[in-house]
């Protein structure tokens, strides 16, 4: 992995002349991002985003923290706030911008149990996985997986916080109204490519799950799942609860 990512991140934090990002999926043109947008306030967020901070509770993990700003939001407020992100670049930008425990680490990596104070448990009350937060999951398949990791690094009250959007409405309509999706694959299931100051990021997968898809698969692990907020294109927060 070049981390073209946490380049264009690490980029904007140093002020190493930052270009925008540029994405393309399977199924949509290449679209350029702006890495400032990474950077925004509280009060720069959609309203999904800011729901979440406001339900946070006890301690946090920030799942794919990106340039750090939900983490350091709650850090602010006086959350003992653990972010993870697997780009190197970007976890070094976090630390440059204050945050006071930023590491490199996938989450399914991530252990139950910690040693800095001798073997104790690592549980969490909330767990955040924002802007997509269900990309992570890679596909519909693997999905039970993330779920169970989540679930076991979840405190007996916990909450995990997540979003995602329901992207049916990208794909073309037969004439009776049905949509055109593959037959071969769920319709969330898509390939991403970034490219950053002239290099292109190796191809990777990234998960879009409708609510309905998302509620099943919590059942099916054990986890409860409430509809939190809907926002203003398909997207949506979820709650999922022991």
Known sequence: MKDLFGKAILDFQTNNSPEDLVTETNISEADEMS????FRSFNE???LEKKALQLCKGKVLDVGCGAGSHSLYL??????VTAIDISENAIKACELRGLKNARVQNILEVSTYTCERGLAK???DTILLLMNGTGIFRTLSETSIYLQKLKSLLNPNGQILIDSSDIIYMFDKDADGSYLVPADNYYGELTFTI????????????????????QNAAQANGLQC???LEGEHFDYLARLTL
């Open 75 to 80: 850090q602010e407020k006086g959350f003992v």
């Open 45 to 47: 967020m959609p309203k």
């Open 35 to 38: 890495v400032e947008y990474l």
């Open 195 to 214: 490219s950053y100051k002239g290099e292109t990021e190796e191809t990777f997968p990234w998960l879009y799950i409708d609510y309905n898809t998302l």
């Open 226 to 228: 409430e509809l939190i």
């Open 122 to 124: 690592q549980k969490f």
